[in-house]
């Protein structure tokens, strides 16, 4: 996966009068997010992961994009690194779930007239130290509340995601960790009427408190937030309401912005990537279930953090011709992504 750097610094496409292409994209944010990667390099050489780094460093350093006759264009081939903590890979994943996690809930919602509940479950905040141990706590807790007998009988198909955010603090005594998990339940399409609420199948908050307390297996009593999506429809430049909520549960579980941050003191960084880096070691943050997991199947939306993180949207349309393909090298010396080559009229490429 070792590009030679060196060898693409030399490659640079300059046109006839010598100006050089840098990349502009404005769907997605290359150049912030690389310098953010080379950030991050330097922070895990630090941090004592010198491999890591060299990860973090090469990451995207190399794009390919197809370039459509009707202007469009999309990635076509890239280099990720595809560690938990890259802000470039980050982007890319949050990008994908929000996509995916979108088409899940739109499927689930046609198939089953499916309504949903978002929940957001917190747990006390934790030193860096309990941080993992807290993430499998976590997993554990959520199985034991899907397993409660009301919950088994009203929830039909689920995804969470793990979140992490630190405390406000930039010293090490201050305020710990926050993880908390981020779910979204589909429920019968009848949930919200009277008969269901007498069936006792609705989820009021208090409950649900009681609920997650037990599953949590705590003693104080652990704050718990439901929202539900009614109203907001597509058309009329309404952004459907599924989408809008997968955004907001899709938000990748870890935010760049927690460790690469000019503000924070170098060595709360590199304390916090030390955090973060050992206690996501092997941990799954997101998971579907029932009816989602089946969409999520259907979809190739199961693995949202190890999935492709080159096709992050739908594909434009099959007629459109491709015209070009674009090469882009990341210039260290430069600090930008440069045009490397141009291949025209890509006869045999799809
Ligand atoms: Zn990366």
């Not at 989602?292 to 979809?299: F, V």
Request: hydrophobic share 35%; with cysteine; proline share 3%.
């Amino acid at each position: 996966m070792n590009y030679s750097t060196r060898y693409r610094e030399a490659q640079v496409l300059v046109s006839a009068d010598g100006e050089v292409t840098t990349l502009e994209d404005r769907r997605f944010d290359w150049r912030e997010r690389k310098e953010k990667t080379m950030r991050l390099g330097d922070l895990y050489d630090k941090a004592g992961y010198p491999d890591y780094a060299a990860r973090a460093r090469d990451c995207a350093t190399f794009l390919q994009f197809n370039v459509y006759q009707s202007g469009e264009r999309r990635l076509r081939t890239a280099n990720f690194c595809k560690l938990r903590l890259c802000p470039m890979c980050i982007g890319r994943r949050a990008r994908r779930s929000a996509w995916k996690l979108s088409q899940v809930l739109d499927q689930v919602e046609r198939e089953h007239q499916a309504k949903f509940i978002f929940l957001t479950l917190t747990v006390e905040n934790v030193p860096g130290e309990q941080l993992g141990n807290t993430l499998g706590q976590l997993a554990q807790a959520w199985q034991r509340f899907l397993d409660q007998r009301q919950i088994k009988r009203t929830v039909k198909g689920w995804f969470r995601a793990i979140e992490i955010t630190r405390g406000d603090g930039i010293r090490k005594a201050d305020k710990g960790y926050h993880p908390h998990i981020h779910a979204i339940l589909a429920v019968d399409p009848d949930y919200f009427s009277r008969s269901s609420r007498q069936a006792g199948k609705y989820l009021n908050q208090a409950d649900l408190i009681d609920r997650w307390q037990k599953a949590l297996r705590v003693d104080y009593k652990p704050s718990v937030q439901i929202a539900t999506t009614k109203g907001k429809r597509k058309g009329g430049g309404v952004e459907s309401a599924s989408l809008a909520a997968a955004k907001e549960a899709s938000k990748y579980p870890i935010k760049d912005e927690e460790y690469i941050d000019p503000a924070l003191p170098e060595d709360r960084a590199i304390e916090i990537i030390r955090d973060y880096t050992e206690a996501l070691r092997r941990r799954r943050l997101t998971a579907f279930g029932g009816w989602m997991k089946d969409a999520a199947r259907a979809l190739d939306a199961e693995d949202l953090e190890d999935g492709d993180l080159v096709h992050t949207e739908e594909d434009v349309v099959r007629t459109d011709l491709l015209v070009m393909v674009e090469h882009y090298g990341w210039h260290f010396g430069a600090g930008d992504f440069i045009l490397s080559n141009r291949e025209i009229n890509p006869l045999d490429v799809k």
